[in-house]
């Protein structure tokens, strides 16, 4: 049974080169019936995956702070009348930090939002340029005093390793960061993925990526600040102070079950991966043929599980619980583990194991897939 719902919102107002859904690019959106679709949408989830109240909502996508209040009110509505709420439920939105979303935030708030993810991503304007991004430093900043003034809790990400970085640039740029009052932050290293422009910029010469080493040292500077701050990270590249972690991402990371609903999202709900259709046409036209926006229910076999259970797993501080594991896959430990591998890297202090639980050390964390190759049998990876 799910108790987290991933509501997707495939929409922007204007394109980003990073984005993947470009093409979704609207100036105007049928309201009522994107409210009717996702109502369809959500009511077919709860029928395979109610009885259980739901612990967080998470409204993700495309620029969901941009949703009608009147929508998000409708949805949660919807929400808590099909599976009812945890008294502590998280209600997050992510949002740009532009002037005009934040102008939205009121009324995001008075529809029953309760914590907001903001895309800072750096408070220097050359670098905001750098990666695409549509707002300035100060209009980010001025977000998020928005934020802070109308929602109980407010999270915002930084992006660093950015290219000629240095310790002194990054460590004033964190400690700024730690004095804005939040209780959780995203910290995200820099990274060159295929097929983006990043990976253009990089082949023509007119990128050069931090090398790793420094990119190493920076990612220390960020663990002993965040710790001496009180948001230690629980997870490789988020912190938090105790009790302020993103219950939704927990219940990816942890691999529990949570229901997906939208174009493109994802779910995860009695041992199966669901899919909807991506594109907005083509998942209206399913909700309209079937009655939800369904592209794949994909089984996936106790291999699969025990895969994604580990590789999200051991992203976390807390580790994973081995015993807890196999009884749900039916795996033994010796399969879901290369206890040699694990002997050899906790001897070195890169990766812990106390009991049936294991995990990555802090001292791991800048070299965790690589140690993720070793520990998790190689079965397991090509399931």
Not at 43 to 58: C, K, Y
Not at 110 to 122: D, E, I, K, M, T
Not at 139 to 156: K, M, N
Not at 169 to 192: F, K, P, V
Request: with cysteine; charged share 25%; glycine share 10%.
């Amino acid at each position: 049974m799910a108790r987290a719902l991933y509501i997707h919102w495939p929409f922007c107002l204007k394109k980003c080169p990073y984005c993947d859904f470009n093409s979704h690019v609207r100036a105007d959106v049928e309201v009522a019936r994107w409210q009717s679709g996702l109502i369809a949408d959500m009511r077919r989830e709860a029928e395979v995956a109610g009885g259980e109240t739901l612990q967080s909502i998470f409204f993700g996508g495309g620029t969901p702070s941009l949703m009608p209040p009147s929508l998000v009110s409708a949805l949660l509505h919807e929400a808590e009348s099909l599976w009812g709420f945890d008294e502590n439920v998280e209600i997050t939105l992510e949002a740009n930090p532009s002037s005009v979303e934040a102008s939205r935030f009121a009324d995001l708030a008075s529809a029953g939002v309760n914590r907001a993810s903001l895309g800072l991503q750096s408070f220097d304007d050359g670098a905001l340029q750098m990666l695409g991004r549509l707002h300035s430093a100060q209009e980010g900043l001025a977000a998020l005093g928005v934020a802070q003034d109308h929602f109980d809790r407010v999270s915002f990400d930084l992006i660093y390793a950015m290219p000629g970085q240095g310790e002194a640039d990054w460590s004033a740029m964190l400690d700024r960061a730690l004095g804005m009052g939040t209780d959780h932050l995203s910290l995200y290293q820099l990274t060159i993925e295929p097929g983006t422009r990043f990976a253009t910029d990089v082949r023509r010469g007119a990128l050069r990526p931090l090398d790793d080493d420094s990119a190493a040292d920076l990612f220390a500077i960020t663990r002993e600040l965040t710790d001496a701050a009180g948001l230690p990270a629980y997870e490789i590249s988020n912190h938090a102070r105790p009790g302020q972690e993103s219950r939704h991402n927990l219940t990816y990371w942890r691999y529990r079950d949570y229901c997906g609903i939208g174009p493109g999202a994802h779910g995860r709900r009695g041992g199966a991966a669901t899919l909807r259709h991506k594109k907005p046409e083509n998942w209206l036209a399913s909700i309209d043929r079937q009655g939800d926006g369904l592209s794949e229910v994909r089984p996936q076999n106790a291999r699969e599980q025990a895969s994604e259970a580990l590789l999200m797993g051991l992203r976390l501080a807390e580790g994973v619980d081995l015993a807890a594991l196999s009884r749900r896959t039916g795996i033994e430990r010796g399969g879901l583990v290369e206890d040699g591998r694990l002997a050899f890297f906790c001897e070195m202090g890169l990766a812990w194991s106390a009991g049936d639980r294991i995990g990555i050390t802090p001292s791991g964390m800048p070299v965790l897939d690589g140690l993720l190759a070793e520990i998790v049998p190689s079965e397991l990876v090509a399931a």
